[in-house]
Nanobody, 119 residues
Framework: QVQLVESGGGLVQPGGSLTLSCAAS????????MGWHRQAPGKEREMVAD???????NLADSVKGRFTISRDNAKNTVYLQMNSLKVEDTAVYYC?????????????WGQGTQVTVSS
């Protein structure tokens, strides 16, 4: 079993910054990829960013130049640094991880953390 715990969400004014974190815990060999998706009210869930052990693999066009993703492999933790936040960034942000069990991989999701950008 794997648990993904997100933190760092909250209320911020437009132009402000927030950093989200997500830590994976449980019995597994390693985490091969981690990332963030978000879902705004009335919209489909979309990929924001993800990262492998070698580096950033994806960044959504809507956040390029404003968000950065990083990870600490020793802590099995992924971070999303969000700068120059816009109202349209308001969403529930979900942590995603591809967990390596040696014999197979498993896609895992966190519970989500709310990010609200409002003046």
């Amino acid at each position: 079993q794997v648990q993904l715990v997100e933190s760092g969400g909250g209320l911020v004014q437009p132009g402000g910054s927030l950093t989200l974190s997500c830590a994976a815990s449980g019995n597994f060999f390693s985490v091969s990829a981690m990332g963030w998706h978000r879902q705004a009210p009335g919209k489909e869930r979309e990929m924001v960013a993800d990262i492998t052990r070698r580096g950033i693999r994806n960044l959504a066009d809507s956040v390029k130049g404003r968000f950065t993703i990083s990870r600490d492999n020793a802590k099995n933790t992924v971070y999303l640094q969000m700068n120059s936040l816009k109202v349209e960034d308001t969403a529930v942000y979900y942590c995603h991880a591809v967990v390596d069990y040696r014999a197979w991989n498993k896609d895992c999701w966190g519970q989500g953390t709310q990010v609200t950008v409002s003046s």
